[in-house]
């Protein structure tokens, strides 16, 4: 079974996320295609980003500046499929998340990986930026992301005591990203089994190295 890691971006104390992503993770539980694991920041302390050359060592099995750097990048490797829960802080995504992606440094962990999104807000906006700036991130991590995402405005009223939304569309919302996610995570596991290019940077440093070698 594909196994589906819930990333949740935001970490402070009282934080909205406390309410949508229960809710994500027992959806996806019950949808079925899943193996989920929740991947919470706040169980992830890493350091701003910090990495170079010299802290990686081994490219196939990379040092890294601290353990749970390498611990992160391995665990972001076992994923099949990401569905990551983002805060909108000033029109894009909370700055830890936007850290734990930089710190999946050459291990190409999200590489030929779906991505789906559910964003919140505590206003009308509904995380929609912070959504779309995110694509554009994990694009440059060579993953996949999704076109149907999960938008949540008004969190604080977004869900009722029993955990459910308010809105019948969020739930709809959700389990179409689920299906495009089960779907994306078939044919990719396939694709990466039939062979992968290898990553695009490295292509064209080897093209320019043998131009200037003939
Ligand atoms: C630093 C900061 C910046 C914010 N910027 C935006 C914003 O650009 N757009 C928006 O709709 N809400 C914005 N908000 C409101 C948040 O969406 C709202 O506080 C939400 O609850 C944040 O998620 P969290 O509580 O899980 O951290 C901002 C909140 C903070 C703390």
Redesign the pocket.
């Known amino acids: 079974m594909p196994k589906l890691q819930i990333i949740v971006g ?3 104390p ?5 309410r ?1 992503f229960p809710w994500v993770v027992q959806q996806a539980q019950r949808h079925g295609a899943f193996d989920v694991e929740l991947l919470d920041l706040r169980d992830w302390q890493l350091p701003f980003f910090q990495e170079h050359l010299g802290t990686i060592g081994d490219f196939s099995d990379p040092t890294y500046s601290d353990p749970i750097v390498k611990a992160w990048n391995k665990k972001i490797a076992e994923g099949d499929a990401y569905l990551i829960v983002t ?6 995504v ?1 700055g830890q998340l936007k850290n734990a992606i930089d710190n999946l440094f050459v291990s190409f962990a999200l590489r030929n990986k779906p991505v789906g999104f559910v964003g ?8 929609t ?2 959504v779309e700036h995110l694509a554009l991130i994990v694009i440059e991590a060579e993953a996949v992301p999704l076109r149907n995402t999960v938008l949540i405005p008004f ?2 009223n977004a869900f009722g005591e029993d955990g459910e939304p308010a809105d019948p569309a969020t739930g709809i919302a959700l389990s179409i990203t689920l299906e495009d996610l089960a779907w994306w995570s078939n044919i990719l596991s396939r694709a990466r089994a039939e062979g992968e290019l290898l990553p695009g940077t490295f292509r064209a440093r080897a093209a320019a190295a043998a131009s200037q070698a003939d």
């Open positions: 935001s970490t402070r009282t934080r909205a996320a406390e949508v805060a909108e802080y000033n029109h894009s909370p919140y807000s505590g206003g009308i906006a509904a995380g930026r912070a969190v604080t």
